[in-house]
């Protein structure tokens, strides 16, 4: 009998419902368990509780922005192996350099091609 494949957890922080419903319909297979936060300090709480795999981190939130989340989510022994993608309309090079400087391994500017996201996701797990 074959073994059952455990879902991999990834972590869905933004603040904007419709930008999370699209994001969970392209993620939205049996190979993701799929966690939602609405703020910063949520999407530390659920990634420090649940480890997930990869993070996909709007960077203009509530409470705690997106670059901090990540910073902390790098410095902590226990998170810092998790993958963060940082999901922003901040796109110049500059906000770019600082999402990296923070940790990020990518980012993607908004509006984003949902299927490139899918893709960067899958290639993070391999």
């Known amino acids: 009998m074959a073994e059952l494949a455990r879902k ?4 869905l922080a933004d603040d904007d419902a ?3 419903r699209l994001i969970s319909t392209t993620l939205g297979t049996e190979d993701f368990e799929l966690l939602h936060a609405v703020d910063g300090e949520q999407a530390l709480q659920l990634a420090r509780e649940h480890h997930p795999a990869v993070v996909l981190l709007d ?3 509530p409470k705690v922005n997106g670059f901090e989340v990540c910073r902390q989510l790098k410095a902590d022994p226990t998170t810092a192996r998790i993958k963060v993608v940082l999901l922003t309309a901040r796109s110049t090079d ?3 350099a600082f999402g ?3 940790g ?3 980012y993607f500017s908004k509006p ?3 299927v490139q996201l899918l893709n960067k996701v899958y290639s993070l797990l391999e």
Not at 8 to 11: E, F, K, Y
């Open 8 to 11: 991999r957890c990834v972590l």
């Open 18 to 20: 419709g930008l999370r």
């Open 59 to 61: 960077v203009n939130m």
């Open 94 to 96: 500059a906000d770019r």
């Open 100 to 102: 990296i400087e923070a």
């Open 104 to 106: 990020a391994d990518d």
């Open 112 to 114: 984003f091609s949902p």
